[in-house]
């Protein structure tokens, strides 16, 4: 199985930057997600990591570093409207490529 | 292109009862995962369907169990309700059993 830990709450300034950090045990790593998740909303997919380094997709970034089992979500330029949850889910390969989330942690962007 | 169809949204049942979820992947996609999610615990896996196959399994106890058809729709029952069963319940659908997961709004079940 793997243990998936990430903060529980952030809170950021309109316009900020915050980092987000996730890490996982595995016996079997097979790609890393984040998903943002609006309250009362289903999860919506933001980035995916199997090889370590930067992804980067407009205002977010996705790092992995596979040697250290851990990753962060990076938002830049942060809006009101990326307050919300954000999960972190690893996916096994040595357990039939089960996807595993992380509890998530509570982003709040105040003005 | 439609996305995941969960039914119903909400429903209330008591201590004792089951209850049927329903869920309707995106057209093509050949994998549905189900999810429940509670404030304290997060997300956690019920279990994974891949044409028809149940391909994993979560730690959950035998009173949930699912199924898969061959238009590769889903189910899962929950028989015997214990209030703890009190949830939002995730469908998730993926063209493999690697890829990303497209989720639905989930059912919210609360069980009194």
């Known amino acids: 199985g793997q243990n998936i830990d990430q903060p529980t709450e952030m809170t950021a300034t309109e316009g900020a930057i915050v980092q987000i950090n996730c890490t996982y045990q595995?016996?079997?790593?097979?790609?890393l997600f984040w998903y943002q998740q609006h309250a009362g909303e289903a999860p919506t997919f933001l980035s995916y990591?199997?090889?370590?380094g930067l992804e980067e997709k407009g205002r977010f970034s996705s790092f992995l570093s596979r040697s250290k089992g851990y990753s962060y979500l990076l938002l830049k330029e942060l809006q009101m409207k990326d307050s919300a949850s954000y999960l972190c889910a690893v996916r096994d390969q040595r357990n039939d490529y089960k996807l595993s989330f992380g509890a998530g942690t509570t982003v709040t962007v105040r003005a | 292109k439609a996305g995941v169809t969960q039914t119903p949204r909400y429903l209330i049942k008591t201590r004792g009862q089951q209850v049927t979820l329903s869920c309707s992947p995106i057209s093509g996609h050949r994998s549905v995962s189900w999810y429940q999610q509670t404030p304290g615990q997060g997300l956690q896996f019920l279990f994974e369907y891949f044409s028809e196959t149940q391909r994993n399994k979560g730690n959950f106890p035998g009173r949930f169990s699912g199924r898969q058809f061959s238009n590769s729709r889903s189910e899962m029952n929950v028989s015997t309700l214990e209030l703890g069963d009190s949830a939002l319940y995730l469908c998730?659908?993926?063209?493999?059993?690697?890829?990303?997961?497209?989720f639905g709004e989930g059912s919210r079940l609360t069980v009194l």
């Open positions: 595995t016996s079997g790593f097979n790609g």
């Open positions: 990591n199997v090889l370590d």
């Open positions: 998730a659908s993926s063209a493999t059993y690697t890829g990303e997961l497209f």
